[in-house]
């Protein structure tokens, strides 16, 4: 039992440095003004904007459930879709991911927040 909690506590810690590393290059870069939170037009412009047309295949401007079930995140589709039109809109990609990290509501992603977009893979 002890040397399974050892290694959980190793492997947390290999995540977070590795999340250190990878905030080098993603949080900083998005965060420009320094006030160490991400915004969600940050959000939406650096990873939101980019993933969207990385899966939007046949480029109409809108998901599928084909194209948003190769996408990485993992959800079901029906929590991102609002309006229930079994197609995600930007917007609602946006606002489905941004609400997925902002753990505690504030509208902007602290730099722990921004750790669980780094280790989803979705960073910067
Ligand atoms: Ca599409
Ligand atoms: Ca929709
Ligand atoms: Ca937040």
């Given at each position: 039992m002890k040397k399974h909690i050892t290694s959980v506590l190793a492997l947390t810690i290999s995540l977070s440095s590795a999340a250190v590393l990878a905030n080098k290059t993603g949080f900083d870069d998005i965060d420009r003004d320094r006030d160490g939170y991400v915004t969600k037009s940050d959000f939406q412009q650096h990873v939101a904007d980019r993933h969207f047309m990385q899966f939007?295949?046949?480029?109409?401007g809108m998901l599928d459930e084909n194209e948003f079930s190769s996408s990485r995140f993992g959800s079901n589709m029906a929590d991102f879709d609002?309006?229930?039109?079994s197609r995600l809109s930007k917007a609602e990609m946006m606002d489905g991911m941004f609400s997925q990290y902002d753990t505690d509501r504030d509208g902007r992603l602290s730099k722990e927040e921004w750790k669980n977009v780094e280790r989803a893979g979705i960073g910067y």
């Open positions: 939007d295949r046949n480029r109409d609002r309006d229930r039109d």
